[in-house]
Nanobody, 121 residues
Framework: QVQLVESGGGLVQAGGSLRLSCAASGRTFSSYAMGWFCQAPGKEREFVAAISWSGGRINYADSVKGRFTISRDNAKNTVYLQMNSLKPEDTAVYYC??????????????WGQGTQVTVSS
């Protein structure tokens, strides 16, 4: 069992940066791939980024490549999402998830409660 708690969301102007964190409980954190997903109002939850348990594999949605960076610190049971050059269309609730590496929601077994990111123009 893994419990996930996101933090770091907020209101930022376009072009600004935010760093999201996701703290995990449980001793098995390092055995899980971690993903970030986002959900805007009226839209499906969609993939943002994923990182394998070792950090050796990373994948990004095309819309965030070159702007967002996912990383993890297994010693701290934490995964991060550094978000740079933010755009108004990045506005969404961001969720972290633990499971099997991939871009599909169904590959992830555990989800956090989400953190709101709002980018003003």
């Amino acid at each position: 069992q893994v419990q996930l708690v996101e933090s770091g969301g907020g209101l930022v102007q376009a072009g600004g940066s935010l760093r999201l964190s996701c703290a995990a409980s449980g001793r098995t954190f390092s055995s899980y791939a971690m993903g970030w997903f986002c959900q805007a109002p009226g839209k499906e939850r969609e993939f943002v980024a994923a990182i394998s348990w070792s950090g050796g594999r990373i994948n990004y949605a095309d819309s965030v490549k070159g702007r967002f960076t996912i990383s993890r610190d297994n010693a701290k049971n934490t995964v991060y999402l550094q978000m740079n050059s933010l755009k108004p269309e990045d506005t969404a609730v961001y969720y972290c998830a633990a499971g099997t590496f991939g871009m599909i929601k169904a590959r992830y077994d555990y989800w956090g409660q989400g953190t709101q990111v709002t980018v003003s123009s």
